[in-house]
């Protein structure tokens, strides 16, 4: 059963870790790129992630315009929402996003530690807004 608007969107905002899926090019001969990411959602608003400046995911972000997000869960039920849409913007990252998105999926005590490493080494980060614009979502214990 397809959740609400409210449920679907509660979900999202759960800290998943996504699917990123984006297409791997137009003619064709690659399927899309998908690959597990860390994001930042609150009910109602778009959806942000980073990487790396120069990677693959970010340059096939740039090129297609748009992306698709996917979490899960299998307890208590198999629920999914898939969410996909433009990107709004692409900005340099701040290391206070990093704090935020750390905090989301990092018990507090590895944070800092994380975020130390991560600055230093995972070199220029870019941030990507999506505004989600199509959703597709399910609840398979509510059949």
Partial sequence: MALSRTDREQFLAEPHVA??????GAEGD????????WYQYAPGGDVWIMTG???RKA????SAGRFTLMVDRLEPTIRYVSVEGPVLSSVPATREQLVEISSRYL???KVEGYVDF???DHGEQVVFHMRPQRWVSSDLGNV
């Fill in 19 to 24: 699917a990123l899926a984006v297409s791997a």
């Fill in 30 to 37: 690659r399927a899309p790129l998908t690959v597990p990411i």
């Fill in 53 to 55: 400046r120069d990677s």
């Fill in 59 to 62: 340059e096939l972000i740039r």
């Fill in 107 to 109: 018990p507090a005590d």
């Fill in 118 to 120: 991560a600055w230093k």
